[in-house]
């Protein structure tokens, strides 16, 4: 546990800023810089995971000592990552496959079953 004479919690001032900055990063990366959106799509990618391990060191505990001497409770840490990767796996998958966006003539359908609703109200 963090030594409680402390007053300012350095570490978590230091992880803090360091996760500002990061995300300050990406969000130009993504909004104004000239790289190509493979670049900035990795240079996010990078930020993300530098920012988890700011994360779960200077935030989750992982390294005090009164933990039981570095143990880490891996199997949750496991658990959360395979979590996350299910998350992201069925946000991509359903961002690329489950929305219909009218392409294919559903629309055009649509605006023909309006249009003949709207000749049945006014043509009697």
Known sequence: M???????????????????????????????????????????????LLQAGVQLFMFMHVTEASSGNGHVPWNMMFHGFALAGILVAGSLFVMSFGHDHGDNGDMGDNQQHEEQQSEDHSGH
Do not use: E
Request: aromatic content about 6%.
């Open 2 to 48: 963090a030594d409680s004479k402390k007053r300012v919690p350095m570490n978590h001032v230091i992880g803090f800023i360091l996760s500002l900055v990061m995300t300050l990063v990406a969000a130009w990366a993504a909004i104004q810089s000239n790289l190509p959106v493979t670049w900035v799509i990795i240079g996010i990618m990078i930020l993300a």
